[in-house]
């Protein structure tokens, strides 16, 4: 008999190459934001992939980039301390666009971090056969010892069973650190936060993401047997909260109703949200409310 594996993987890359995606995929849980916005994934989220014989934890972290308020320094931070501090990790390429030099610069600070490296070139249903067999090309030449490459599709499954096949190959034995049946180490109040993030991302523009976040103030349990999330949607200015709350509130009613039914699906039972917009200049840059936004 074999002993377990397990250990954390560092998901690293460049922003918006598909690093949340690919962790909601292998996890089979939506718990980390997604959206077509860079700089969607803020702090770190642990999600569990059970093995038979092994764990793998994933670790969903920002895209690498160069710091320029309090909020990315944080983020690019996470990253840093995650990669000194993991098991193995995961080098995600984009297959729709051509290696570049942000790509590059990730693939070193991985090489140099010693750990074992999967290259995953995510969105093959969109980059054609040639750009796919430039990144695997490029990709040998970064990371000449690399465990393994994948050319998957997150978004559709796509050779997705192969590369969780090979996570069990570079961890090392040790004990499952989740639970069966548990797959992160995210509160309700972090996800509840993460997944109205989201929704908002997906349909605010330019300026708006960057100078939006969710502040969860209660979840309380319901009579039927939910729970009753309130929540605040901060923003910069009083024109981005004109953008967020919409026409008549219908922007803010949206974003709601769809969060409302992730969070059902996410946690199991009936969810009620009340949303709320709030105006709170430069938060970004403000230390203590970082704090108690967890970032
Ligand atoms: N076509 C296609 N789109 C994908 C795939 N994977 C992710 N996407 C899309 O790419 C965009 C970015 O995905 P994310 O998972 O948020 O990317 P990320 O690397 O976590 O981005 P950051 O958190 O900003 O660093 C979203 O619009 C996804 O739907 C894929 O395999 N194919
Ligand atoms: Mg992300």
């Known amino acids: ?27 089979g849980v939506h718990l980390a934001a997604v959206s077509p916005r860079p700089q969607t994934t803020r702090r770190r989220i642990a999600m569990a992939v059970h093995g038979d014989d092994w764990q793998a934890v994933l670790l969903d972290i920002p895209g690498f980039q160069t710091p320029r308020d309090g909020l990315t320094r944080r983020m690019q931070a996470t990253v840093d301390d995650t990669l000194a501090d993991c098991d193995a990790a995961v080098l995600m390429l984009n297959a729709e666009e051509a290696v570049g030099g942000g790509d590059r610069y990730i693939a070193e600070r991985v090489v140099a971090s010693g750990l074992p490296v999967i290259v995953v070139v995510n969105k093959c249903d969109v980059g054609d056969p040639g750009a796919i067999a430039r990144a695997v090309a490029l ?11 994948h050319p998957v599709s997150a978004l559709t499954g796509d050779g997705l069973e192969a590369l969780r096949a090979s996570l069990p190959e570079v961890l090392p034995e040790g004990p499952a650190y989740f639970p069966e049946g548990i797959v992160t180490d995210q509160s309700p109040d972090e996800v509840a936060a993460e997944l109205i993030r989201e929704q908002a991302l997906v349909r605010l523009r330019q300026e708006v993401p960057h100078s939006l976040a969710v502040q969860v103030d209660d979840i309380t349990p319901t009579r039927g047997g939910g729970v009753r999330v309130e929540a605040v949607i901060l923003v910069e200015t009083e024109s ?51 704090d108690r936004l967890g970032v």
């Open 1 to 27: 008999m074999s002993a377990y594996r397990s250990g954390m993987v560092a998901l690293a890359g460049r922003p918006n190459v598909g690093k949340s995606t690919l962790a909601n995929a292998l996890s």
């Open 139 to 149: 990709a040998a030449e970064m990371v000449p010892r690399f465990h393994a490459v």
């Open 240 to 290: 981005q909260k004109g953008i967020v709350v919409g026409k008549g509130g219908a922007m803010i009613r949206d974003i709601g109703t769809a969060a409302r039914k992730a969070l059902a699906v996410a946690w199991g039972y009936e969810t009620h949200l009340d949303l709320f917009v709030k105006v709170r200049r430069r938060w970004r840059d403000d230390e203590s409310m970082l």
